[in-house]
């Protein structure tokens, strides 16, 4: 059994950093991903990072201002979050993948395990 848990949640104001870790216990090198849901909003994809490393990707809005990462010896994933804006105002949620592919998923259905999330609020 996989299991996730997300810390470095907060209050930032905008144009302010966080970084995002999540910690994993069990199988858990295999493709990983940051969504988020806002109020009223439906989960969307933030970022996701495959089992090595090496492949990245990212939703359109990011544009440059989060990066995603991963320790594997420490089974740390990471979402080092930058030049936050209000918008970015959401709870925060790693996924896990039980797949190893070279172009990891951007989908909620291509993730098999999730943490319980950690608020991130972007004060204007």
């Known amino acids: 059994q996989v299991q996730l848990v997300e810390s470095g949640g907060g209050l930032v104001q905008a144009g302010g950093s966080l970084r995002l870790s999540c910690a994993g216990s069990?199988?858990?090198?295999?493709?990983m991903g940051w969504f988020r849901q806002a109020p009223g909003k439906e989960r969307e994809f933030v970022a996701a990072v495959n089992w090595s490393g090496g492949s990245t990707t990212y939703a359109d809005f990011v544009q440059g201002r989060f990066t995603i990462s991963r320790d594997n010896a420490k089974n740390t994933v990471y979402l080092q979050m930058g030049r936050l804006k209000p918008e970015d105002t959401a709870v925060y949620y790693c996924?896990?993948?039980?797949?190893?592919?070279?172009?990891?998923?951007?989908?909620?259905?291509?993730?098999?395990?999730w943490g319980q999330g950690t608020q991130v609020t972007v004060s204007s």
């Open positions: 069990g199988r858990t090198n295999y493709d």
């Open positions: 996924a896990g993948s039980s797949r190893r592919t070279w172009q990891p998923s951007s989908m909620p259905a291509g993730y098999d395990y």
